[in-house]
């Protein structure tokens, strides 16, 4: 916790020497530059665990204890830079500074409203997880095992009242998202181990490894009392009619909409937008199937509907997927050849000395999405970025048939593209190379998951599989997925859409299998909002570059749209792209 009367007196004086240099110096862009330096700073003092997760290591040995004391500095933190931020003239920064301000007024306020009004602390038990804050430092290549682990000795000592404060803070969760703190922070239970096995390679005394060993014990203790609370708690919420419902009603979704996708699109827009665009991509595909239904399946007749016509071929394209057991190893030797076009069609520069690692998910952090891009932070750009893929370990055969034939041959091409190759991996890359710490830090989900979406389209569109009209099919299928995405997050969250809807809207008309619409029928329980990014992201992305496209003409260059439009971070779109028309007016 930063201390409160050093943060009032230092912000007074900062904010007084930009007062007097402002009335000094026509351009403010100097004195707004120091301060982003001075808030970062402040930040990662105020946020040591998301320092470390960036790479900032200055503060490993900090565990904050997320009390009401805390809840309180944070508030206060922000709302003090919200009001020095007044003090800027916008119409005098540059135009990156002015990303930069508005990226900072939106986190601000974003962070004020998640504190006060959101209160997500009160009902959500899975953000009391510690494991995050000690495998980023127990991995972190910057200083040797002895000192990690002395920062990590630090860090456990208040690992029992942290979770002492979260059982305190926790009022009336969901059912949801007990079940997936109990899941999570068992997978917390191996990190812990992780430390006591870490000592047998340092070269620290006897006797402060075992101190070590005694504070991971009482660690350990600290973590099962809280699964075996929330265990306890389970039962109450299951048959107490006045629990907490996972939906969060119309007036906190639209809020968080307004914060977490800072696009120009409202979320009533996007969503009528995205109902369009699913009629549109049914029309794709049934034209497909019909092409391809003589070769699958020669004289027997097509189906009246013309959905079950698109079922049918999807069905059976399906049964072309790996086994259960070489699910991962698939993945890693698809790695390169995506690799070798993307360098061969001189679509992005990707930098061939950052590692790209593909691993098993870690289990602190399964539970909600299949498969995610971990990337290395701006402070710790030389770090592995991790693609992680839940295995199928504990799956039945029937759950295991269901999630392989949704990721079938065709489509975990499209699932690499979005994650890894030039999806996740290469926009997060080029998002740590930006000059504006800011925007690497505050990245946009929007911008980041449309990017993402972007790419695999743009990769279809480059000739990647040969124009295969089944991997066409897939790719729409894949596409329809994201379109829904937002359909079924606002339906669910603001329009209180049933499962039974849900799952009509993903098996019946985006035609997902059964495992795959159960497993976003889970997430869509635990998060909100998240899930509009996909194609809202991308909406805007495919329409900036169709207008550039327009304005250039034939001097219009793939490969440098792509660079240039990286090179702004992971700033929202809507900032991209106003900078980017600006320059080919």
């Not at 977490?260 to 409202?266: E, G, I, L, P, V």
Request: proline fraction near 3%.
């Amino acid at each position: 916790m930063l201390n409160r009367l050093y943060l009032v007196l230092a912000l007074a004086l900062f904010i007084s020497s930009c007062s007097e240099n402002a009335n000094t110096n026509k351009d403010q862009n100097a004195d707004f530059d120091r301060f982003k330096n001075a808030y970062i700073e402040s930040l990662w003092k105020q946020a040591p665990s998301w320092a470390t997760s960036l790479g900032y290591h200055k503060f490993d040995s900090l565990l904050l204890v997320p009390d009401a004391a805390e809840r309180a500095s944070d508030v206060a933190f922000f709302k003090s830079y919200e009001d020095s931020l007044k003090k800027f003239d916008l119409a005098q920064l540059s135009a990156s500074n002015k990303i930069d301000f508005n990226l900072l007024q939106n986190d601000f306020k974003s962070e004020i409203w998640a504190l006060d009004t959101c209160k997500e602390w009160e009902w959500n038990p899975s953000v009391y997880n510690i494991s995050d804050a000690f495998e980023m430092v127990l991995d972190s290549k910057q200083s040797d095992i002895n000192a990690r682990l002395t920062s990590l000795a630090k860090k456990l000592k208040n690992v029992s009242a942290y979770y002492k404060a979260a059982k305190e803070n926790i009022k009336n969760p969901t059912k949801e998202h007990t079940d997936l703190a109990v899941m999570q922070n068992q997978g917390c239970l191996s990190v812990l181990q992780q430390i006591k096995d870490s000592l047998s390679i340092s070269t620290l005394s006897e006797d402060e490894k075992k101190n070590i060993q005694a504070d991971v014990d009482v660690a350990t203790a600290a973590v099962n009392d809280y699964i075996k609370w929330l265990t306890d708690l389970k039962p109450t919420l299951l048959t107490e009619k006045t629990a907490r419902s996972f939906r969060l009603g119309k007036d906190l979704y639209m809020s968080k909409f307004n914060y977490q996708m800072a696009t120009d699109y409202t979320a009533d827009e996007i969503y009528k937008i995205a109902l369009q665009q699913k009629d549109t991509l049914h029309a794709k595909m049934i034209a497909i199937s019909k092409q391809l239904w003589p070769t699958y399946f020669k004289n027997k007749p097509m189906p009246t509907n013309e959905l079950d016509i698109v079922r049918k071929m999807i069905d059976t394209l399906s049964y072309q997927h790996v086994n259960r057991d070489s699910f991962i190893t698939a993945i890693k030797t698809l790695i390169p050849t995506i690799v070798s076009f993307i360098n061969d069609k001189k679509l992005v520069y990707m930098d061939p000395a950052k590692p790209l690692v593909v691993r098993e998910t870690p289990l602190y952090m399964q539970g909600v999405a299949g498969a995610s891009m971990s990337s290395p932070g701006p402070y710790e750009q030389n770090n592995n970025a991790y693609y992680n893929v839940t295995p199928l370990n504990n799956e039945t055969p029937e759950q295991a048939e269901s999630y392989l034939r949704e990721y079938n041959n065709y489509l975990l091409q499209i699932l690499s593209i979005h994650e890894a190759l030039p999806g996740h991996y290469v926009q997060l890359m080029y998002s740590n190379q930006s000059p504006s710490i800011i925007k690497s830090v505050f990245g946009n989900s929007t911008m980041i998951e449309g990017w993402a979406v972007y790419s695999e389209r743009m990769m279809m569109e480059e000739g990647w599989g040969n124009n295969d009209p089944a991997l066409w099919l897939m790719y729409y299928k894949w596409n329809l997925r994201a379109t829904c995405n937002t359909i079924l997050d606002y339906g669910v969250h603001a329009q209180g859409m049933t499962k039974e809807e849900a799952m009509d809207l993903m098996v019946n008309q985006a035609f997902q299998q059964q495992a795959e619409a159960e497993g976003k029928w889970r997430r869509v329980q635990l998060t909100s909002v998240q899930l509009c990014s996909y194609f809202t992201g991308f909406r805007e992305i495919y329409e900036l570059r169709a207008e550039i496209k327009k304005r250039m003409g034939d001097k219009f260059d793939l490969k440098a749209f792509h660079e240039k439009f990286l090179s702004f971070g992971s700033a929202p779109v809507k900032d991209i792209k106003r900078l980017m028309l600006e320059e080919v007016k």
